[in-house]
Each structure stands twice: as structure tokens, then as C-alpha cells.
């Protein structure tokens, strides 16, 4: 159980922080050679960088076609999330 809360809580900070790096940068200025991971969730949940950390869409979560700029990440506010099952540690320095 400590195991998946730390897994959720490292999910839910690197989902926060993606998020902050697109509405303040967008996505051209993440660099993917020093990003642990980039999900555009332009139609699935695979992490554009070459760390391998692709996401699963988790209870009722879904790419939707309805987007502010076409596909993006429908959460329902309640339970849905993306897990990430293991983070690549040989990718954090
Ligand atoms: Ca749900």
C-alpha cells in the first residue's frame, strides 16, 4: 500500500509539474534529453522522452478528442488518474 500511495503521490507531482511546464513554457522549451518524462497525451500515454515512463489510464481515465488544441488527458475529478508504474531512477541523476 505504501508502495502504490508513493507511486500516486510521484504521479500526481510529475503530472503537476508537466502541467506547469506547458501552461507556462509549452511544449517546444522541455528538453527531452534532460526531462524525466513528457506526456502530451496527444492521443495516448506514452512519454515522449526515451526514459520508457508511459502512463496507464486508471479508473474511467480516457484521451478525449475534445480538447482546447484536439486530444487531451479527461479526468473525472473523482478517482481517474494515469499511472505511472516505475519511474526510471537511472534517468533522475
Ligand atoms: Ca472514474
Not at 524525466?36 to 484521451?63: Q, R, S
Amino acid at each position: 500500500m505504501y508502495t502504490l500511495k508513493k507511486q500516486l503521490t510521484l504521479t500526481y507531482t510529475y503530472l503537476f509539474m508537466l502541467g506547469l511546464a506547458f501552461s507556462v513554457q509549452g511544449y517546444s522549451a522541455i528538453d527531452p534529453q534532460t526531462a524525466v518524462a513528457v506526456w502530451a497525451f496527444d492521443g495516448n500515454t506514452k512519454d515522449a522522452t526515451e526514459n520508457n515512463n508511459h502512463g496507464k489510464l486508471k479508473n474511467g481515465a480516457k484521451i478525449s478528442n475534445n480538447g482546447k488544441f484536439d486530444k487531451a488527458l479527461s479526468l473525472d475529478g473523482e478517482d481517474d488518474y494515469v499511472l505511472v508504474p516505475k519511474i526510471h531512477r537511472d534517468c533522475m541523476g
